[in-house]
DNA sequence: CCAAAAGTGTTCGACTTACACCCATGG
DNA sequence: CCATGGGTGTAAGTCGAACACTTTTGG
């Protein structure tokens, strides 16, 4: 039924898996076992294996080569999946796919097509490297010199975080389940590289329908005035949902 | 090199080809030769060959199946392919990946990987037909009941074109080389299915910089004080420059 | 009491909107 | 001259930026 005339490739899953560390953003990267690019740093993935799909693929290679687990009772949205990862911090995820490199001149075996996909977490500890990669890490963004294509795959994933923090409640998938304002503000300067004005923050994200709740707790780290826990408003997909208004960033209004 | 276990695909590109008629936004599709879905309405595409990129599968397979086709001197960009059709209206092309869907649970032949892309062009007549394909056409948005999974990668990408249409000087990818700003408006108003104010649209669209550039050129169709004929500013790319500020659709601005 | 962080009120300027008004052409 | 569409001026409302100010904790 499918024409001789064409072609099967080998498809491959990258994940750009993104957290914020130490206020900056940081990337998960693996240091490769084997040839091609022995050695070097690379995107965790892999080859996608026969009656997959292309999200299972990646969350198996993300297992795989980092240990970073999720079961399969997560919930699941249209091109969304969430899972909780049983590893170390026991952290929310949330999946996307960013976009398909190849399948010419990107792998010196061969054509290989690679389907990126763009992971968002708080951050949390890693528990072990195994598969076809060892010491797999946090890493700043940028990161330089990867195997591959993965530095072209890298940026277009910080640029794709980058721009949707402005229309989605995206930055609450790098924060736990409940967070102060202040801490979702650390999100937003980390990701974009820019200050931004505490005062006019909190009124924005605590005035903008469909972000946030109040769960009524409070933390009192450190010292100053206790700040109010929120979370995201239930039902809310992280990835999926639109804001109204949205959260500019500061250099997007010079007109 | 690349392990035994990783399974090869078959791997289709789908084309989502929008353009502007009548006041109205309609897509093109085939109608099928072939089993599965003899008959049915489909997205032009098929298989991806042995040696071809992405996007040179995407312009063979619209090629082929509209008579639509794009010389290969066209000048590329990093994610987006501009070309000019040598078919009836000798309009500009600009075709950008739009996302990857599959493999499994999408052909009843088995999985198969398909990677859809956007084109967005100024109206143009349809030559011919060939290929695995009959009745290429224009349809009017929404069109139902198409093959396989293109009904929800055409949502998907009339949905990516109406975000754009925001943000991006994407609208003139539906104009000619030089329009005016009523017919500019008319794409806006067509793709979002709302009605603009003339006067303000003509002052945003024309003072947003890197936008609009007056070609000195006026038409003097039908009644009316003639219009200055516009361009979209040289070396600006549709599909990759960001406006602002932007042009938003009246419905975002419900708080 | 003081430092530090959370949260509120207020002012200013930029932008959106609605619409009055003028301009330039065809019939 | 008048209908039609192109283009500009302007005033009211809305929103974000900047920042003074109050609140609530720890030392």
């Known amino acids: 039924m499918i024409p001789r005339t064409a072609g099967a490739f080998p498809v491959t899953v990258d994940v750009v898996a993104l957290t914020v560390r130490d206020g900056a953003l940081h990337v998960?990267?693996?240091?490769?076992?084997?040839?091609p690019f022995r050695g070097a740093r690379a995107l965790p993935g892999g080859f996608v294996l026969p009656g997959e799909s292309l999200e299972q693929a990646?969350?198996?290679?993300l297992a795989e080569e980092t240990?970073?687990?999720?079961?399969?009772?997560?919930?699941?949205?249209e091109a969304t999946r969430s899972g909780r990862a049983t590893a170390v911090g026991q952290p929310e995820w949330?999946?996307?796919?960013?976009?398909?490199?190849?399948p010419q001149d990107r792998d010196p075996r061969g054509p290989v097509l690679s389907v990126a996909y763009l992971l968002l977490a708080p951050a949390f500890g890693l528990p072990e490297a195994g598969g076809d990669a060892a010491a797999a890490g946090w890493f700043p963004v940028?990161?330089?010199?990867?195997a591959f294509d993965h530095d072209r795959i890298l940026a277009d994933g910080v640029e794709r975080a980058r721009a949707k923090l402005e229309y989605?409640?995206?930055a609450t998938a790098f924060c736990h389940e409940e967070f102060t304002v202040a801490e979702l503000r650390h999100v937003y300067e980390a990701v974009w590289g820019t200050h931004l004005d505490a005062r006019n923050f909190h009124r924005k994200a605590t005035g903008t329908p469909g972000f946030l709740e109040p769960t009524?707790?409070?933390?009192?780290?450190?010292?100053?005035?206790?700040?109010e826990l929120y979370r995201l408003v239930p039902g809310v997909s992280p990835t999926a949902a639109v804001?109204?208004?949205?959260?500019?960033?500061?250099?997007e209004r010079s007109a």
């Open 28 to 35: 998960l990267l693996v240091e490769r076992l084997l040839d």
């Open 58 to 61: 990646a969350t198996r290679e």
């Open 67 to 77: 240990g970073v687990t999720a079961p399969a009772s997560a919930a699941t949205g």
């Open 94 to 102: 949330h999946l996307e796919q960013l976009r398909t490199y190849g």
């Open 142 to 146: 940028p990161a330089r010199d990867l």
């Open 168 to 170: 989605s409640p995206l």
């Open 216 to 227: 009524g707790h409070v933390t009192t780290d450190g010292p100053g005035r206790p700040a």
């Open 243 to 251: 804001l109204h208004p949205p959260i500019l960033r500061p250099a």
